[in-house]
């Protein structure tokens, strides 16, 4: 019998996030070595508030530096966003959404916001 445990590492990110009307935030980054990669994510509001949709946006290290100088609203689109995904955010925890990154060439950089836009 023979067990190979291949290596890898993880990151939690917890933290609050306020965003109102047509705003957008940046969340983390995180890095992901040659192959692919996964991400979940799940969101709680805080508070009196029903459902509030929100986008998560993931965007490539290559594409950072010009997507920071775009107004925050124009960044999914103009930067472009790499990957979108619609998340309802309720007084329960809403319910996990997880995504697949490739990278074929080199390890790269994901970095993740949430917009009200």
């Keep these: 019998f023979f067990l190979h445990a291949a290596p890898c590492s993880a990151k939690l990110e917890r933290g609050t996030v306020a965003i109102g009307s047509g ?3 940046y969340v983390s980054k995180f890095g992901f ?3 692919a990669g996964s991400y979940e994510v ?4 805080l508070g009196e508030a029903s459902v509030v949709p929100v986008t998560l946006e ?3 290290d290559e594409d950072w530096e010009r997507i920071e100088s775009l ?3 124009a960044r999914a689109h103009g930067g472009p966003a790499r990957k979108t995904h619609m998340l309802r955010a309720m007084s329960e925890w809403s ?3 997880g995504g697949l ?3 074929n060439v080199r390890p790269h950089i994901w ?3 949430f917009s009200k836009c």
Excluded: T
């Design 23 to 25: 705003q957008w935030h």
């Design 33 to 35: 070595d040659v192959g």
């Design 42 to 45: 799940r969101l709680k509001l």
């Design 58 to 60: 993931v965007f490539l």
């Design 71 to 73: 107004p925050p609203c």
């Design 95 to 97: 319910p996990w959404m």
């Design 101 to 103: 990154l490739e990278q």
């Design 111 to 113: 970095y993740f916001a």
